[in-house]
């Protein structure tokens, strides 16, 4: 069983429509990132929380360390939107990322 | 603020070749990592350095070898190039644990 699991794999969904991504993740970790790639592109990040709820422009995260899930949500979703975004918790004893294997989201104008 | 830099951006090499990959931060992280991304799976730990002086390895580290340089440069070689090893690779550093983590563009190597 993967340690981090994300749901759904693959998203697509017309523009301006209201978007969730989740994560769930077995170890018990201290932190979380939500991270986003960009076909042929680099790794960033957009969000690390540990606890509540973050906002920024038009993405929210939130974490419940407790049930050991956390969600991505994008609001009035745009084409720019479309990516890989990717759940990375800090766990083990070393506190490295665990990383999920991704949610394509393909957001159609 | 160029954050983490990777080169190349893209390489391809014939097996059995070597070839070492740069990375460098300039945010005085302690911390730099380096991951494998390969279709279908999540990017993986190939080794990393919690601190400058020390290095250990990840969760698939055969075939690999690192060096930290200084506390700017972390650099991973492949000794034996293998077809096995084509993937894209990605450099990460953050100051210590539980702080935001910083990625580079990273490098797509061809193994033929």
């Known amino acids: 069983k993967n340690e981090v699991e994300q749901s759904p794999q693959n998203l697509t969904a017309q523009e301006g429509e209201f978007i969730t991504i989740n994560c769930s993740y077995s170890?018990?970790?201290?932190?979380l990132h939500w991270l986003q790639q960009h076909p042929g592109g680099g790794i960033v990040s957009l969000f690390m929380?540990?606890?509540g709820k973050k906002k920024h422009g038009r993405l929210i995260a939130t974490i419940n360390i407790q049930e050991k899930h956390s969600s991505l949500h994008i609001t009035a979703s745009h084409p720019r939107d479309s990516a890989v975004y990717i759940c990375?918790?800090?766990?083990?004893?070393?506190?490295?990322?665990?990383f999920g294997k991704g949610t394509k989201l393909s957001v159609k104008p | 603020n160029a954050g983490v830099t990777q080169t190349p951006k893209f390489q391809v090499l014939k097996t059995g070749q070597s070839m070492t990959l740069q990375c460098a931060q300039d945010?005085?992280?302690?911390?730099m990592y380096w991951y494998r991304q390969d279709p279908g799976m999540g990017l993986r730990l190939i080794y990393y350095?919690?601190?400058?002086?020390?290095?250990d390895k990840g969760e698939v580290p055969n075939g690999y070898n690192v060096s930290r340089l200084n506390k700017r440069e972390f650099s991973l070689r492949l000794e034996s190039a293998a077809p096995s090893q084509t993937s894209v690779y990605f450099c990460?550093?953050?100051?210590?644990?539980?702080?935001?983590?910083?990625f580079g563009q990273g490098t797509r190597l061809t193994v033929v």
């Open positions: 990460a550093s953050r100051q210590d644990r539980d702080t935001e983590a910083f």
């Open positions: 170890v018990g970790i201290s932190a």
């Open positions: 929380l540990s606890s």
């Open positions: 990375a918790p800090y766990g083990g004893s070393q506190g490295n990322l665990i």
């Open positions: 945010m005085n992280h302690n911390s």
């Open positions: 350095s919690a601190s400058e002086g020390t290095t």
